[in-house]
């Protein structure tokens, strides 16, 4: 009697554990053929990046009326590069010198569409979709690595016709890619500011970690719960939460409508890098950050790269360009024009 109930339980174990082992293997190559090497992610056709023609047309009507709020008097421009073709909106005059903005993961030039005014009053303003993201940029390459997004952007900037001068701001995954290019390409910057970064100057939190991988499932479900996660401030008011469901049509929307492909591992730049950054560089976060502790990256960078300037807006976190727009283009204007 006791060794036929042994038995039972060992064959429900090996049934159990065969399972658990079935369920891995087939989300591992869900991922692998998702992500990985995605649905025809680099074959390159009529309507490469997206997945069909008829989600191109549907992506772009939506895409080009929430941008019908952008100023009027800019320019768009698709610009060649070895990577594909980037789409960036210019505003301001030609005399004046430049800016180049670099959106967070998941969104477009347009996410600084309550900034550009004021920016570009002074300034020649250059708002990019990222090569590698969603938007009206075409990638045609892989990107490997934190390299080709500085090779891109070196590259970028040469079409443009920018010289040495440029003044870079990164927001979020932009600012990672924007400390990227300051590391690689000093000789090429004025300025820099990395507006809430993802990682660069101190490691991220293993919740956000956990969030933002549960966040690349496409259920909206669990868009939201890293998003709201991830802007906890801003999500505390109706116009938050209007805001913050906008993000999550815009990324439901995009995410059904491009080939999927795996995102770059992002890193810490390195102590003894940090430290040799002679290109002036403004750190600009919310008190509230989620992605890591604001006290011990300020705390951090005082001690390790002393010049590079900090600041921490106040009341704000992570979304601080939706919610504080204004503060924010104040702030990057007063330290380009120290």
């Avoid at 477009?108 to 550009?116: C, D, E, F, R």
């Avoid at 008190?287 to 300037?309: F, G, R, T």
Wanted: hydrophobic share 40%; charged share 25%.
């Amino acid at each position: 009697m006791k060794k036929s109930l042994l038995t039972v339980i060992l064959k429900y174990i090996l049934i159990g554990t065969g399972a658990i082992l079935l369920l891995c293997l087939t989300t591992y190559s869900w991922a692998y053929l998702s992500f990985l090497r995605g649905p025809a992610a680099f074959e390159i056709n009529d309507y490469h990046p997206f997945r069909s023609e008829r989600v191109r047309e549907k992506y772009l009507e939506y895409y080009d009326a929430r941008a019908e709020d952008w100023p009027s008097d800019s320019e768009d421009k698709m610009i060649t590069t070895s990577y594909g073709q980037t789409f960036v909106r210019i505003n301001g005059s030609a005399d004046d010198p430049p800016i180049v903005l670099l959106p967070g993961g998941g969104a477009t030039s347009l996410i600084w569409k309550n900034n550009i005014e004021e920016l570009s009053e002074d300034y020649r303003v250059y708002a990019l979709d990222q090569i590698y993201d969603f938007g009206r940029s075409i990638y045609t390459r892989r990107m490997s690595g934190p390299e080709d997004y500085v090779k891109w952007l070196d590259e970028l900037f040469t079409e443009l016709g920018l010289e040495n001068n440029i003044n870079l701001v990164g927001y979020s995954y932009g600012g990672w890619v924007a400390g990227q290019f300051l590391v690689h390409y000093p000789h090429r910057l004025n300025k820099a500011v990395l507006l809430s970064p993802a990682y660069t100057v101190y490691p991220c939190s293993k919740e956000f970690e956990k969030r933002a991988l549960t966040g690349l499932i496409p259920f909206r479900y669990l868009a939201k719960s890293a998003l709201f996660w991830t802007c906890e401030d801003m999500v505390q008011t109706e116009d938050g939460i209007r805001m913050a469901e906008g993000r999550l049509d815009a990324i439901s929307i995009a995410i059904r409508s491009f080939k999927p492909k795996i995102p770059i591992s992002m890193t810490v730049i390195p102590n003894e890098e940090l430290q040799h950054i002679i290109v002036p560089v403004l750190y600009l976060v919310g008190e509230n950050e989620k992605l890591y502790s604001v006290k011990d990256a300020v705390d951090h960078l005082n001690m390790i790269a002393p010049d590079i300037q900090t600041e921490v807006i106040p009341n704000t976190g992570h979304c601080l360009l939706l919610t504080y727009p204004k503060i924010v283009s104040e702030k990057i204007l007063e330290f380009l024009d120290q």
